[in-house]
Each structure stands twice: as structure tokens, then as C-alpha cells.
């Protein structure tokens, strides 16, 4: 209970706080009435539009939107060299953003620039080609629908546009409303970009005059950015997510982990990972985890298909990397496509370097720890690039004297200049295919093996699968000091000591061994499981002490080496469970090879069931879709690898001579 006094010193402040509580109000109100104070103008230092100035420069930039055939309107970017005249145009259709790829510095050149991804500059300025950079349909300054590697017009797309329409309807306008351009046109690019030039074939404009596809995605199920024989390429999740989430890819796949493989590892599944992302929401995404099997989805709009069924019109000359660690399968499958077409013997040329996926455009003298003894990639510019875009861009151009196949030989490190590819096949060729054979004790042998143990056996668990690379394992990239380009040549010491890898090795050689054209697995093997992946991966491995490189002793460098899903042994399009432990013939090809195995040097070959987290884990237990696989599917496996007498392993080499 309060005092008396207590009391009534609150009955006296409360007509106080009121009459203090009311002139505080009627000071804001009149605060409210009074006209804004004004402060003093402090401008800004942008201005509100900047014109760069531009006078010195030695190109001239004309940012247009070409109309296309159902009215979308394609934002391109033309660069003239200042006082062209009669000067051939080089084309590029990009989902990479034209503006920016076009927007470069390059020390020793004044105007828009070209160097960058997809640009051969010293080829592009030096020798003044007029060059046209575009958007494709639906990214970045373009309008219209992104479909990836949109088919062309057919079952898998009825509209009546594609990006074989979108090439020839920007080739027309060009040749129209260009006029310093000879009105020849050539197509060029890198990957997707590869793509395209492989699309302007497809009923060609009549001013298109020559291809160049590098590196191009061609068939995405069977060997190149999607699936490697069934096996899906989870790492590139990330690109699917910015390629196709916005029109400029303004929303980046983000993790919280440094290391990739515990990403993948507690996701689980691709499909719960993408559910994790949001991934549902493109539409892509969903038709990818709804065609696991080689299905007419995929079967359709395989490049290397699609261009066999059309007439050959215009040159073209294939690059590929013999290390491409995105594309790898995709210029040799068109190659094989459209070369049986050149009656001629003139209208398809093929380019093998020693190369990383786009390698050509850059310095080209070493991949990783590999050395080739010279700038391989600036020889094919020179050399090769130059001469042959001349000859049909440039009026009066002589023709370029460049063989029907200019082949890197690695191990060698030269330069040949070849008649056909492979050199090595089965019937009419230089040698034919030599059996290399899994022997017991873990050896190699050109000789068929007769007696010993029938198998080796290994333990696969889904839980500890074996990293496609040293941990921790890097995300897809090119920069900031990413290694991606280089994994294809990685020291392959790191699962050579794993327990779950099977490792063959042969004796020294005391003469050298080469080998020029497609490694053919016979494997013979068996698992507990009824689902089961197979990687192969075939190994030069150096002396133990390398005078001239001392960090290449021991160095076990893969010279070609792939994945294979079980489940698709019986057919591409039919996935079929695996019978459980019984001994199986598997047969698949592992990317094309040119190389020398140098004197003093070993053959290896290394078997294991699993290359995470690059590709998806199998859970070993055979399920109707892996992407849903549950933690329960995924079982420990034993697997065996077969080399009796009657049961033979072994890899198919095009060996040309030993």
C-alpha cells in the first residue's frame, strides 16, 4: 500500500504530463504545416547518359535486332574494322551473352573487342573478318523462348522455328544490310556454340560458305554434356541451373560446402538435390530426370543423326580435344556421320590437339602437367585456322593447303598430317586392333591369358564411392584458379591406391607402342547387386625418375577413360536389371586416343564402379529411375573382374605399331 504523500504527488503530475503531452503535439503539428527546409544541391558525378568516345577506335560496333521469320527479333552485335570493303563475315551464335563476349580488352587493339570465350582474336582482327556475335532465342538481349539445344522442327519441336532457321534468316539479313561484307558468311564456336555452327548446316543459306564447329555438344545421353553412357553427369547440375533459370542467367547455383563431393554425397540423389534447388521449376531439368534411357527424346535430336540424314553443301572442318572434359564425343560422332558424304575428299576436314575443352583459342603448350614442347594451340591458328577460314571468306584467297586430318601424336609431340581417322580399324587400314589383356596377378599382356586365378574382386560401397579427382573436390569452372579443364589428365595415383579400384599394369616397354583411334572395352564382370556402373581407364604410366620433369616420375597420366551404366548392356534404350553374380560381357567405347607410349614406360588399367561426384552414384540395386533412388537402394556390391581363358577381359587398342 502507498503513503498518503505518494498519493497525492500523483494526483498533482498527471495534469502536468497532460498539459506537457499537448504542447508536444501541437509542436509537430505545426512542424507538419511548415514548408520543406531546403538543403544545398550536392550533384552527381554520373552523368545521366555517358557517349563513349569512340574516334580512335579501329572498329565500329552496330548493335542491331534482326528479325527472324515468326517476328522475334535476335539482338546482334556486327564489328567492322573501320574501312572494310568486300570483307568476309565470321558468325557466332551464343547463349553466352553477345555483349559481353564481345566487350573484352585486348592490349595493342582500339575498338569493341574480341577476345574471349569463343574468340580466336589474333585470327578475327589481324586478319579483318567482319564479326557477328548474336543472342540465341530467348538469352540475354534476344527475344522469343529458350529451349536448350532447341531441336530442330520436327517431333520434338513443331513450331516452325529452330535454330537452323534462326541461322539462315540472320545470314540473309546480313548479306543485305552489310554492305562493306563480300557477302560470304562463315559460322564458328565453342560447345554450345559448336552447336550452332553444326545447326547453319541443316538446309544452309547459300552465302554460308564454311563451318567451323569446335568442341561441340552433339549428343548429350551418350558421351557428352549430360550422360556419359547411361551414367548421368551430376556436376554440371550447376549449368543447368544458371543456363536455364533466367534469360541472363542471373541466378547462381550456390552451396555451402567447399568441398563438392559432401554436396553430393547428402543429397543423395541427383533428383533430391534438384529438389533442394527448386530445380522443378525448369523445364529442362524435368526433361532430363523423366528420359534416363537413349529414348527418341534423346535419339532425335542427336546432331551427329540429324546431319547424317542431310545432303553435304558446305565445307566444315571438326575440332576436337583429345582431352575435352565436357565434349569429348561429340565432333568425332559428326565426323564419322558426314564424312562418308565428301565425295569430293575436300568438303570435311578434322582437327585432333592436345587440348582442354576450347584449349585452341588459348595457350596451348601444356594441359596440367603436360608438356608439349611448343604452343600448340597457336599452330592451330596460324597454321591451320587462318588459311583455311581465307580461303572461303576472303576474295581471292588462295586454297589452304591442309591435310584431310591434322592429328597432335601425344607422347611424340608432333604434328601429322594424316589421310583419314582412324588410322587404325578393321579392314583396309594401317594395322588392325591389338587384344590387350587383364591377366591374373594383376597384369597386362598382349597375350591371351591361360591360366591363374579367374578373377579379381573388389568391394563397391555407394556410401564411400571413389572421387573422379583429389578432394576436395572443385565445382565446374574456368576461373579463379579453378582446375575443371585439367581433371581429364590428373595423376591417376590417387585411386590407383584404393582398394576398391582394380589396377593392371604391364611390363616396361623397351620399344614404343602407338596407338591412333577409339580404345574398345570387352570387360567381362559380375556383381552381387542387380544394377552396377563400370569405369575403365587406360594409363600411360612414366618411368619412376623423369630427368627433364622430376615431378612426372611415377606420374600415371589417363589417356583415355570412361563410364558405362550395367543396366543398358543390353541396349541403350532398354534398361534391364542385372542378373546378381553372374560373370557378364560388357562392350563400350572409351574416347578416341593418338598417343605414344614412349620406351620405358608402362600400360595401366584401372576398374572401378564408381567417378563421384562427376557422375551420380548407381545404388547398385537395380530401381526403375535412378534419379529417385531412396537411401535404401544404395547397397554395398561385390564386384569381380573376370580373366580366365574362357572369360577374358580385355581392351581393343588401334595399335599402328609396337
Not at 169 to 182: G, Q, R
Not at 241 to 261: F, G, I, P
Not at 325 to 330: A, K, L, M, V
Amino acid at each position: 500500500m502507498k503513503s498518503s504523500h505518494a498519493a497525492t504527488a500523483i494526483r498533482t503530475f498527471k495534469p502536468a504530463l497532460l498539459a506537457l503531452l499537448l504542447s508536444l503535439s501541437a509542436a509537430a503539428l505545426a512542424m507538419d504545416d511548415a514548408p520543406p527546409q531546403q538543403y544545398p544541391n550536392y550533384p552527381s558525378e554520373t552523368p545521366t547518359r555517358f557517349t563513349p568516345a569512340t574516334g580512335r577506335f579501329d572498329y565500329v560496333e552496330r548493335d542491331v535486332m534482326i528479325p527472324m521469320r515468326d517476328g522475334v527479333k535476335l539482338h546482334t552485335v556486327i564489328l567492322i574494322p573501320k574501312g572494310a570493303h568486300h570483307a568476309g563475315m565470321v558468325l557466332t551464335r551464343t547463349p553466352y551473352d553477345a555483349k559481353e563476349l564481345t566487350h573484352h580488352v585486348l592490349s595493342g587493339h582500339l575498338g569493341p573487342m574480341l577476345e574471349g570465350y569463343d574468340n580466336a582474336a589474333d585470327v578475327m582482327v589481324e586478319d579483318g573478318y567482319i564479326r557477328v556475335v548474336q543472342d540465341i532465342r530467348g538469352k540475354y538481349g534476344s527475344e522469343g523462348d529458350y529451349v536448350m539445344n532447341r531441336p530442330i522442327h520436327g517431333p520434338l519441336n513443331p513450331t516452325p522455328v529452330d535454330d537452323a532457321t534462326d541461322t539462315y534468316d540472320t545470314i540473309d539479313w546480313l548479306v543485305k544490310n552489310v554492305p562493306e561484307s563480300n557477302g560470304k558468311v562463315g559460322t564458328i564456336g565453342i560447345s554450345y556454340d559448336g552447336f550452332e555452327p553444326l545447326m547453319s548446316l541443316v538446309h544452309p543459306h547459300p552465302a554460308l560458305k564454311v563451318a567451323v564447329p569446335m568442341n561441340p555438344m552433339v549428343d548429350g545421353w551418350m558421351g557428352d554434356d549430360w550422360f556419359h553412357h547411361g551414367a548421368f553427369r551430376q556436376q554440371n547440375m550447376s549449368y543447368i541451373y544458371e543456363q536455364s533459370a533466367s534469360r541472363d542467367n542471373s541466378y547462381k547455383w550456390w552451396t555451402n560446402y567447399h568441398d563438392e563431393y559432401d554436396l553430393f554425397m547428402q543429397a543423395g540423389s541427383a533428383g533430391e538435390l534438384g529438389r533442394q534447388y527448386g530445380m522443378e521449376q525448369l523445364g529442362f531439368w524435368n526433361k532430363v530426370i523423366a528420359h534416363p534411357a537413349y529414348d527418341s527424346f534423346w535419339s532425335d535430336q542427336a546432331v551427329d543423326k540429324v546431319l547424317a540424314a542431310q545432303p553435304l553443301k558446305v565445307p566444315v572442318m571438326l575440332v576436337h580435344s583429345l582431352w575435352d572434359q565436357e565434349d569429348i564425343y561429340g565432333a568425332l560422332a559428326v565426323y564419322r556421320a558426314i564424312k562418308p558424304k565428301d565425295t569430293r575428299g575436300d568438303m570435311v576436314k578434322l582437327v585432333l590437339g592436345p587440348w582442354h575443352h576450347g584449349q585452341e583459342i588459348e595457350e596451348g603448350s601444356s594441359l596440367g602437367a603436360i608438356r608439349f614442347g611448343s604452343d600448340t594451340a597457336k599452330y592451330f591458328r596460324e597454321h591451320i585456322l587462318r588459311p583455311y577460314l581465307a580461303q572461303y571468306l576472303k576474295d581471292g584467297a588462295p586454297k589452304a593447303d591442309i591435310a584431310p586430318v591434322t592429328a597432335f601424336q601425344t607422347g611424340s609431340n608432333t604434328w601429322q598430317r594424316l589421310d583419314r581417322w582412324p588410322l587404325a580399324c578393321e579392314d583396309g587400314c594401317t594395322a588392325k586392333s591389338r587384344a590387350l589383356y587383364l591377366q591374373a596377378g594383376q597384369k597386362l599382356s598382349f597375350n591371351a591369358p591361360a591360366s591363374g586365378t579367374a578373377y579379381d574382386e573388389y568391394i563397391s560401397d555407394p556410401a564411400h564411392p571413389v572421387p573422379f579427382r583429389a578432394r576436395p573436390i572443385q565445382p565446374i569452372g574456368y576461373d579463379n584458379g579453378l582446375t575443371w579443364p585439367q581433371w581429364l589428365v590428373d595423376d591417376q595415383r590417387e585411386a590407383s591406391g584404393r582398394t576398391d579400384v582394380v589396377t593392371y599394369v604391364s611390363d616396361v616397354l623397351t620399344r614404343p607402342l602407338t596407338i591412333s583411334g577409339t580404345p574398345v572395352v570387352h570387360l567381362v564382370a559380375s556383381t552381387s547387386g542387380t544394377d552396377s556402373d563400370w569405369v575403365v581407364k587406360l594409363i600411360d604410366v612414366y618411368p619412376d625418375q623423369v630427368a627433364a620433369q622430376p615431378e612426372l616420375g611415377g606420374y600415371q597420366l589417363a589417356v583415355a577413360m570412361d563410364i558405362f551404366r550395367g543396366r543398358y548392356r543390353e541396349g541403350f534404350d532398354h534398361p534391364q536389371p542385372l542378373a546378381a553374380n553372374q560373370p557378364l560381357a560388357y562392350r563400350f567405347d572409351l574416347p578416341t586416343a593418338n598417343h605414344v607410349f614412349l620406351p620405358g614406360h608402362r600400360l595401366m588399367v584401372q576398374v572401378q564402379s564408381s567417378w563421384f561426384p562427376l557422375y551420380d552414384r548407381n545404388p547398385q540395386t537395380y530401381v526403375p529411375n535412378i534419379f529417385w533412388a531412396k537411401p535404401g537402394d544404395y547397397r554395398t556390391a561385390t564386384q569381380r573382374i573376370y580373366h580366365s581363358a574362357g572369360q577374358a577381359s580385355y581392351i581393343a587398342l588401334p595399335v599402328i605399331s609396337d
